[in-house]
């Protein structure tokens, strides 16, 4: 788990999905993975469940961008001018990782995990 410098002030602080557990807030802690079968015991991947987003192509950049737009007209009350997104189930969460996102605090004078979900492996280092 490493981190990397924190995001320019006007920016806000989200991670980038091709690299769990990398965000570092400017000043504070950075996200963390722990092993499932750590975090959960050698049968934990069986709790977890997810959706993956279908790829355009061989990338998820495309499929993202038009998951983007797709929404973006939604919530204009227009007729999207790209695909409805697809998705598949996770096949196996086994050889996973429990990624935990921390970020400031209500009262802004901390911080805490504000959510966390499973990894499949291929997301997982």
Same mark, same amino acid.
């Given at each position: 788990?490493?981190? !990397? =410098? +924190?995001?320019?002030?006007?920016?806000?602080?989200?991670?980038?999905?091709?690299?769990?557990?990398?965000?570092?807030?400017?000043? +504070?802690?950075?996200d963390r993975t722990v092993p499932i079968e750590?975090?959960?015991? #050698?049968?934990?991947?069986?709790?977890?469940?997810?959706?993956?987003?279908?790829? &355009? +192509?061989?990338?998820?950049?495309?499929?993202?961008?038009?998951? #983007?737009?797709?929404? !973006? #007209?939604?919530?204009?009350? !227009?007729?999207?001018?790209?695909?409805?997104?697809?998705v598949r189930p996770v096949p196996t969460f086994e050889g996973g990782d429990m990624l935990?996102?921390?970020?400031?605090?209500?009262?802004? =004078?901390?911080?805490? &995990?504000?959510?966390?979900?499973?990894?499949?492996? !291929?997301?997982?280092?």
């Amino acid at each position: 788990m490493g981190a !990397r =410098d +924190g995001p320019a002030e006007d920016e806000p602080d989200v991670p980038d999905p091709d690299k769990p557990g990398e965000l570092a807030l400017a000043d +504070g802690p950075a996200d963390r993975t722990v092993p499932i079968e750590e975090l959960l015991g #050698a049968e934990g991947h069986h709790y977890s469940t997810g959706w993956q987003l279908e790829a &355009i +192509g061989d990338t998820t950049e495309t499929a993202r961008e038009n998951r #983007a737009s797709w929404l !973006r #007209a939604r919530v204009e009350d !227009r007729e999207p001018d790209v695909p409805e997104p697809s998705v598949r189930p996770v096949p196996t969460f086994e050889g996973g990782d429990m990624l935990f996102v921390v970020g400031r605090n209500r009262a802004q =004078d901390g911080y805490e &995990i504000v959510t966390m979900y499973p990894l499949p492996p !291929r997301l997982s280092r």
